[in-house]
């Protein structure tokens, strides 16, 4: 590949196509997590607390399930973003486009396979609160709510897979400045890969502090959306 005065070397041009697909993708995922932020003004945060959660539930459904569905469904366009970086990347550093690109991929169908999502949010919590509504006696309503609870301090600890997204996003960016993506992005890439490592690793105890990382991955990925369309105007 020839490389310009910077030393930057410019992306195999015949995954033009998977540049674009990444570009869009990137894109949705930015829409995805704009929607859950909308709708917090719709409805307020759901509850941690198992009985005021099934109730909450029931209360809002198709508010929560939306944002159930946005934020397990993000996963699905971050698994073409991560491939197409990965490939635009090859021809600057196999090695760390090849390791960033298959972590971030495991990352995401992890997630998938888990239905990872923060918030007290879970597809179990919606069948338990249906069923709680259902229940006829005490002890049924307290064997769901404690049922509930157990899904909310599941869902609510380390996110393994949100642990691999960020190391994923930290790999990749490393060698992004000289692959056509530029400093700036490279720096902010690092910086949201670190942070992030960190604040998934400790979700549980930072509280209101995961907002930060919360803020840098949505964009991230908007701002790879702008290089990966451009790198696939350009092949």
Known sequence: MAADDDGARAPDPSWGLLYRAGGVSALAFVVLVLVPVVLVFAAPVPPVDGRELLLFIASHKVVYVTELVCFVG??????????????????????????????????????????????????GLVILSSSYAAARTD????????AAEALVAATNAVS?????????????SLPMRRGGFGRALMVFGVLTGAIGIVSEALRPMIGPGYLLYGLMLPTW??????????LGRRS
């Open 74 to 123: 993000l996963s699905v366009p971050a698994l073409v973003v991560f491939s197409a970086v990965a490939t635009a990347l090859t021809s600057v550093d196999k090695s760390l486009a090849a390791v960033g690109g298959l972590i971030g991929v495991v990352s995401e169908v992890i997630a998938l396979a888990l239905g990872s999502s923060p918030q007290s949010l879970h597809g």
């Open 221 to 230: 990925f908007a701002l790879v959306a702008w290089r990966l369309l451009r």
């Open 139 to 146: 002890a049924e309503r307290a064997g769901l709510v404690s």
């Open 160 to 172: 393994w897979a949100g642990v691999l997204t960020a190391a994923g996003i930290l790999l990749l």
